[in-house]
T-cell receptor
């Protein structure tokens, strides 16, 4: 079956540091890949997505590239802010057939001023 | 409404009690999903509705779990004879279309269920 593996947290960085959160996946088909973010006290929100190999998703300074050869979708940001502190989830789903998202276990990011 | 609304926000149940969790999706949204999120884990899929039809219930962990969406809007997740392992946050999400990856999925803040 499908699965998503993320690096364990928490990840603690100083403001303006470079961020990488690793995500790899196992899939039976050709999924779309997502990063969702959960800020404290709020619901999950879509951060970015990529629907096919070599696509790059980007939003709010975050980027991730769909790498089919390495089955990876690592999240990066060049300069984090305190307001980026949250839990980040990598996920996959399919455009047709089963519509459910398969999530990783989440990575908590703490950014210190 | 402005977003997906879930109630109650918190629920404490004694082991063996039945509970009902409510989800009000965004008005007019066709697709509705339920997920279960254990502490420190990612959400896990429970079930999916397209209007009033329950098209996928493959994630329901046991026959104690039951979901309905009788009029294609509000949905209720019912858990019978709750067990401690049912303690989790239950998330509801909705989208305007048939759940494809090009649609934006809106999540509620969840119901935190604690079974004592």
């Amino acid at each position: 079956g499908d699965s998503v593996t993320q690096m364990e947290g928490p990840v603690t960085l100083s403001e303006e540091a470079f961020l990488t959160i690793n995500c790899t996946y196992t899939a039976t088909g050709y999924p779309s890949l997502f990063w969702y973010v959960q800020y404290p006290g709020e619901g999950l929100q879509l951060l970015l997505k990529a629907t096919k190999a070599d696509d790059k998703g980007s939003n709010k300074g975050f980027e991730a590239t769909y790498r089919k050869e390495t089955t990876s979708f690592h999240l990066e940001k060049g300069s984090v802010q305190v307001s980026d502190s949250a839990v980040y989830f990598c996920a996959l789903s399919y455009h047709t057939g089963r519509r459910a998202l398969t999530f990783g276990s989440g990575t908590r990011l703490q950014v210190q001023p | 409404g402005a977003g997906v609304s879930q109630s109650p926000r918190y629920k404490v149940a004694k082991r063996g009690q039945d509970v009902a969790l409510r989800c009000d999706p965004i008005s007019g949204h066709v697709s509705l999903f339920w997920y279960q999120q254990a502490l420190g884990q990612g959400p896990e899929f429970l079930t999916y509705f397209q209007n009033e039809a329950q098209l996928d219930k493959s994630g329901l962990p046991s026959d104690r779990f039951f979901a309905e969406r009788p009029e294609g809007s509000v949905s209720t997740l019912k858990i019978q004879r709750t067990q401690q392992e049912d303690s989790a946050v239950y998330l509801c999400a909705s989208s305007s279309g048939t759940g494809g990856t090009n649609e934006k999925l809106f999540f509620g803040s969840g119901t935190q269920l604690s079974v004592l």
